[in-house]
């Protein structure tokens, strides 16, 4: 294994769980796209690492691998019902999970943007990169996105 990579897993490790958590809908699944995701990152490290920035690179095979994976599950299911976070909710275990589940209940586009900058702090010109977008485009799915979590999700007391 490159040392370079097993740095770079190191490092970049919890935030890809962290973001794969926001995207996938079971964490388990979430677990194994990121398991994937590194396996394939792996076996490219020469060109990635290479590259000019191996974070987008990655980052960008965790959002197309999540939405892939996403599409498979969906096909042939009813679409998942809104999700709606109970009055009162706070930061337990719980109440992160309904959060992460009304993420992934967003349409693409808003999920992977909001995911992008919340869970793993990325700047707008950054998930543009990642998601091959403009960063306005961005900037339009996150407020939409955070718009629909708003009302979703009610605000702390």
Request: hydrophobic share 45%; proline share 9%; net charge positive.
């Given at each position: 294994?490159?040392?370079?990579f097993e ?5 970049r490790?919890p935030a ?6 926001g995207?996938?809908?079971d964490p388990a ?6 398991e994937?995701v590194?396996?394939r ?18 980052d960008?095979m965790?959002?197309?691998e ?9 096909r042939?299911?009813?679409?998942p019902?809104?999700v ?8 337990g275990?719980?109440d992160?999970d309904?959060l992460f589940?009304?993420v992934?209940a967003l349409p693409?586009a ?7 900058r919340?869970?793993?702090g ?8 990642v998601?091959?977008t403009?960063p306005?485009?961005?900037?339009a799915d996150a407020?939409r996105?955070?718009?629909?979590l708003?009302a ?5 007391s």
């Amino acid at each position: 294994m490159s040392q370079g990579f097993e740095e770079f897993v190191v490092r970049r490790g919890p935030a890809l769980q962290r973001l794969a958590r926001g995207l996938v809908p079971d964490p388990a699944d979430a677990a194994d796209v990121v398991e994937e995701v590194l396996a394939r990152a792996l076996l490219g490290w020469r060109r990635i690492g290479d590259g000019a920035d191996p974070v987008v690179q990655v980052d960008r095979m965790l959002v197309r691998e999540s939405a892939a994976r996403r599409r498979r599950m969906v096909r042939g299911r009813r679409p998942p019902a809104a999700v709606t976070v109970p009055p009162g909710a706070g930061n337990g275990p719980d109440d992160r999970d309904a959060l992460f589940a009304a993420v992934r209940a967003l349409p693409p586009a808003q999920r992977a943007a909001v995911a992008l900058r919340h869970l793993d702090g990325l700047s707008d010109e950054r998930i543009a990169a990642v998601l091959g977008t403009t960063p306005a485009a961005v900037r339009a799915d996150a407020d939409r996105g955070l718009a629909a979590l708003r009302a979703r999700v009610p605000s702390p007391s």
